[in-house]
């Protein structure tokens, strides 16, 4: 098992290194792979020439963002899927998107570039209000917080919505942002998210095997002694950091949380131990190659490609239950 576990994720990190090839050198200014080689390998000096700078500045930064968005949405919707113990649950169900989404538009009306910081403090602060209102005493019924999210989520859509009314000629940035996309990305942005999205992945694995006897339902797991509630209060916390890291630089994109834990839960199984890096290699694999579309379509919003491949995938998953009643 553990050999074609290692098999797998060679694979997965092959077709990632191509898929980031193929992203570097595919645009509006193809750039052969030869060139990309010698520029990453050697590129220590002053000034820079026009394919230095692209692939420096502009593609390889952008690229990196989307690894990390793509694997914290996917390793977040893996670790929610979890906790609901439900196989549409995603990175946003407890509101997290709304949040992200009200914050970022207020911050388009009074500051554009406080956007990314309004959408992470919105993010998470979203996060802490359902988790308050779904508590009881110590506990965190799963119920609660999924009606709690979906309640939450509701009114800040439709603060949203009437920011988005009154924000007049700010409606078109406003309504790409929602759309989702990997435009502004620079050095700084992969800079900001990276330790929050790396450290959280490596500690929602390090209670990976915690996660499978999850699966057996919270009783068994609490007679196999596992802390059930400091688990749930853990995966909940860590898994809304890490989607609202990635969402206050991308915008909300949505179905990557969704239909990636779902293929990788096919081809490797439901044991945490591989299904949580597998997802994230193909998180990232799915979103820089729907980014890579989305550039040579016209730089058109990334979380249209995804919704374009993950509705289809959806509307699947929901035939596939039909069959099993």
Known sequence: MKRRWILILIALIFVLAISILVSIAVGSTNIPLRTIAKIIVDHKRAFLSAEETIILQIRLPRVLLGILVGMALS?????????????????????????????????????????????????????????????????????????????????????????????????????????????????????????????????????????????????????????????????????????????????????????????????VGPDHRILLPTSALAGGILLVLADTMARTMGEIPVGIITALFGAPFFIYLLRSRKRLY
Request: aromatic share 8%; proline share 4%; charged share 10%.
């Open 75 to 267: 390793v977040s919707g893996t670790t929610m899927q979890t906790l609901f113990k439900n196989p549409m649950a995603d990175p946003y169900i407890i509101g997290i998107s709304s949040g992200a989404a009200f914050g970022a538009v207020l911050a388009m009306r009074l500051s554009p570039t406080l956007v990314p910081l309004m959408a992470i403090v919105c993010a998470i602060s979203t996060a802490f209000i359902v988790y308050n209102i779904a508590k009881v005493g110590g506990k965190l019924p799963v119920n609660t917080l999924l009606l709690s999210g979906i309640a939450v989520g509701y009114f800040l859509s439709a603060i949203t919505s009437f920011m988005i009314f009154n924000s007049g000629e700010g409606l078109h940035q406003v309504v790409f942002w929602m759309m989702g996309g990997l435009w502004g990305a620079n050095w700084d942005r992969v800079e900001i998210i990276i330790l929050p999205i790396c450290i959280g992945m490596v500690i929602l694995y390090l209670f990976s095997k915690d996660m499978n006897v999850m699966l057996l339902g919270e009783e068994s797991a609490e007679h196999l002694g596992i802390d059930v509630e400091t688990l749930k209060k853990i995966m909940l916390i860590i898994s809304s950091i890490i989607t609202a890291a990635a969402v206050s630089m991308s915008g909300i994109i949505g179905f990557v949380g969704l239909i990636v834990p779902h293929i990788m839960r096919i081809m």
